[in-house]
């Protein structure tokens, strides 16, 4: 199983995260308003997934935030989705206070099909690993980057690079 840390504290992850190449397995997390979103239903040509324990925590903030600037700049083929375990009423206030919003928020905590989907659930704690995982229009893996110690920030010019190959 693959192992990240949170503040030093070795963690396994549920699930199998998934190798550059791959189709990535359906998951089905929730929008802000209460409803099921599928991986089928995102229907931009290239989507970026990140995932974050919670938004509620000053990295992941700042990480969101960070890639919401960034998608400003980025072509209109490119749909950043952030999914974290938080309540869709929690990211939907998370929501109301950002400037210019370009990402869109999803939950896993119904299911949590995206953690497990992707590799990426902290079974013992109920969160999201951080990673990023960029998807071409197939929904293949192109790109992907699990942060070691989930409290660090991700290497984000090297997720821009990735995405720049595919635009």
């Not at 089905?28 to 938004?55: Q, T």
């Not at 989705?81 to 309540?87: K, N, R, T, W, Y």
């Not at 869709?88 to 995206?114: I, M, N």
């Not at 690993?129 to 998807?135: K, T």
């Amino acid at each position: 199983m693959t192992k990240v840390t949170l503040q030093g504290t070795p963690f396994e992850l549920e699930g199998t995260f998934p190798s550059v190449g791959t189709k990535v397995s359906s998951f089905v997390v929730v929008d802000n308003d209460l409803k099921e979103v599928k991986l089928e239903d995102f229907g931009s040509e290239i989507l970026v997934l990140v995932s974050v324990p919670s938004l509620d925590t000053p990295v992941c903030d700042l990480e969101a935030r960070r890639f919401n600037a960034e998608a400003s700049k980025l072509s209109s083929k490119v749909e950043i989705a952030i999914v974290s375990m938080d309540l869709p009423f929690a990211q939907k206030r998370w929501c109301g206070q950002l400037e210019g919003q370009k990402v869109h928020t999803y939950s896993d905590y119904r299911y949590a099909s995206f953690g497990k989907a992707l590799g990426v659930l902290i079974a013992d704690l109920r969160l999201l690993a951080r990673a990023i995982f960029v998807l071409d229009g197939q929904r293949n893996l192109v790109y992907s980057q699990l942060v070691p110690e989930v409290a660090q920030e991700p290497d984000y010019e090297e997720v821009l690079e990735a995405i720049s190959k595919l635009t």
